[in-house]
């Protein structure tokens, strides 16, 4: 399963798939990264999203269906 990072870029918001060398797009604001990322997952059949605060270090993490979601309860 594919990971997808959204982080800080300049003065916008980058979507990076796990260990690619360059972004897959980047974005105005956090939330229209977070939609392409969930996009992009979704098109490759679930994974885990990583969301990056503006101080680069993950704030929230969120597993994309069929992805392996570590948790075994709902939320």
Do not use: C, F
């Amino acid at each position: 399963m594919p990971d997808y990072h959204v982080t800080p870029h300049g003065d916008g918001w980058a979507v990076e798939k796990g260990g690619a060398s360059r972004a897959s797009s980047v974005h105005d604001t956090q939330a229209e990264a977070i939609n392409a990322a969930r996009g992009y997952l979704e098109n490759q059949g679930g994974g885990e999203l990583n969301i990056h605060g503006k101080d680069g270090k993950v704030r929230a993490k969120d597993t994309i269906a069929p992805g392996n979601d570590p948790r075994n309860i709902p939320g």
